[in-house]
């Protein structure tokens, strides 16, 4: 079946620090990729979406690329701030129709001042 | 619009007990998410509905029933709950149909503990 691995956190970073964290998968096909974000008492907000490979996904900042020859979905941002303190999931969703996603286990991520 | 709204926010609850979970969304989507959360674990599928009036099981199936009321409406029933359904329990929504890829819609979800 398929799945989502991401690397546990948490990742406690300071201010204007570059960001990384990756996500790989496994999905039969070729899956769509998402990245979504919680914040403390939240549900999730979507961040950036990925279609098909080598598409990027972008949004405030972070930015995140398809790549099916290593299947991964790292995300990245150049200068993190106090307010991208949150937890992070990357997804996948295989194929058309309504079926639901695939999470990883989420990436808890402190950014200090 | 609200978009995805749930009650209730929380909800403690005796072994045994039974309760139904509702949430609505105001986008005109045709499908509709269950999912639960639990440390460690991320979220997991429960049920999923494609379009109204259809309804179908994901990973974690047991212990739970759905109805899709009308297009708006998804509830979630606990005919007998358990401690091993303390979770936080998400709802989504997605214009999602045959042949397309959408991003699914999340509401603020209900935290459930199960005593």
């Known amino acids: 079946g398929d799945s989502v691995t991401q690397m546990e956190g948490p990742v406690t970073l300071s201010e204007e620090a570059f960001l990384t964290i990756n996500c790989t998968y496994t999905a039969t096909g070729y899956p769509s990729l998402f990245w979504y974000v919680q914040y403390p008492g939240e549900g999730l907000q979507l961040l950036l979406k990925?279609?098909?490979?080598?598409d990027k996904g972008s949004n405030k900042g972070f930015e995140a690329t398809y790549r099916k020859e290593t299947t991964s979905f790292h995300l990245e941002k150049g200068s993190v701030q106090v307010s991208d303190s949150a937890v992070y999931f990357c997804?996948?969703?295989?194929?058309?129709?309504?079926?639901?996603?695939?999470f990883g286990k989420g990436t808890h991520l402190i950014i200090q001042p | 619009n609200a978009g995805v709204t749930q009650t209730p926010k929380f909800q403690v609850l005796k072994t045994g007990q039974s309760m139904t979970l509702q949430c609505a969304q105001d986008?005109?989507?045709?499908?509709m998410y269950w999912y639960r959360q639990d440390p460690g674990m991320g979220l997991r599928l429960i049920y999923y509905s494609a379009s109204e009036g259809t309804t179908d099981k994901g990973e974690v199936p047991n212990g739970y029933n759905v109805s899709r009321l009308n297009k708006r409406e998804f509830s979630l029933r606990l005919e007998s709950a358990a401690p091993s359904q303390t979770s936080v329990y998400f709802c989504?929504?997605?214009?999602?149909?045959?042949?397309?890829?959408?991003?699914?819609?999340f509401g603020p979800g209900t935290r459930l503990t199960v005593l």
């Open positions: 990925a279609t098909k490979a080598d």
């Open positions: 986008m005109n989507h045709n499908s």
């Open positions: 997804a996948l969703r295989s194929g058309g129709g309504a079926d639901g996603l695939t």
């Open positions: 989504a929504s997605s214009p999602s149909g045959q042949g397309g890829i959408y991003e699914q819609f």
